[in-house]
């Protein structure tokens, strides 16, 4: 018997054991299979290690996806993170090309995939609240959001989980400008909802040159005067 041969959901069940490269370059070989492929049910699970696999066409993205997990760990998170107006040139260069990667994706989660059930951003340095917030506004059974080193995230997106009436649980651990006074906001208004923020309102927010120039000068100040 040809592999073409076996009814839907048995080939459903055999591609559910092959990675996403597998999927696509089998699904290359026969209409049959192209179809069992773009299925909606088969995606049910995504998880990323780079950003670059996310311009990859290996999956689809539907009402049947229940996980996500985009998690990048290199050596370029670190550039990410540095706050925009202290980045060189270069740093420039090589966040360009990357930015906006995130966030075009996401955006496309809220229109495709209200089924969502958890979602997992670690090193996603460029994701920004207004990126977040309409993911808890489109997929309203979300129980699990955890974020690990974004430092874009700030508790405006601690807001928008709060407002979210399905979360369960919430994770914001080394994200650098989320502040105490967000998530007692959060426990105050969602006991119920399992908080961990790891080092995040320990660490020193961003603070763009302007902020800075009163304190400069109070220092300068007290220097003087002393």
Same mark, same amino acid.
């Given at each position: 018997m040809h592999l073409a041969q076996l009814n839907h959901e048995c080939l459903l069940h055999l591609f559910s054991f092959l990675d996403k490269d597998s999927r696509k370059c089998l699904s290359l070989t026969c209409r049959r299979l192209r179809q069992v492929f773009l299925d909606p049910k088969l995606w049910t699970l995504l998880c990323f290690s780079s950003l670059r696999q996310l311009r990859r066409d290996n999956f689809v993205l539907g009402p049947s996806l229940r996980c996500l997990n985009i998690s990048w760990h290199s050596s370029r998170v670190q550039v990410c993170n540095i706050e925009d107006w202290l980045k060189s040139s270069f740093q420039r260069d090589i966040c360009r090309s990357h930015e906006s990667l995130v966030s075009t994706f996401l955006s496309h989660v809220c229109c495709t995939c209200p089924n969502l059930l958890s979602l997992t951003l670690s090193g996603c340095g460029h994701v920004t609240d207004q990126d977040l917030v309409p993911v808890l506004q489109s997929c309203?059974?979300? $129980?699990? #959001? @955890?974020?690990?080193?974004? /430092? !874009?995230? =700030?508790?405006? /997106?601690?807001?928008?989980?709060? !407002? @979210? +009436?399905? #979360? &369960?649980?919430? =994770?914001?651990?080394?994200?650098?400008? +989320? =502040? !105490?006074?967000?998530? &007692?906001? +959060? $426990?105050? $208004?969602?006991?119920?909802? &399992? #908080?961990?923020? +790891?080092? /995040?309102?320990?660490?020193?927010?961003? !603070?763009?040159p302007e902020a800075l120039a009163p304190i400069r000068s109070a220092l300068q100040k007290v220097l003087l005067f002393s």
């Open positions: 309203r059974k979300l $129980r699990l #959001l @955890h974020l690990e080193n974004c /430092s !874009r995230v =700030t508790d405006g /997106s601690l807001e928008g989980a709060a !407002r @979210h +009436v399905s #979360l &369960q649980r919430v =994770t914001v651990d080394f994200c650098r400008n +989320v =502040t !105490r006074a967000g998530l &007692q906001a +959060v $426990r105050e $208004r969602r006991p119920e909802i &399992q #908080l961990s923020a +790891v080092r /995040s309102a320990e660490m020193i927010p961003d !603070r763009k």
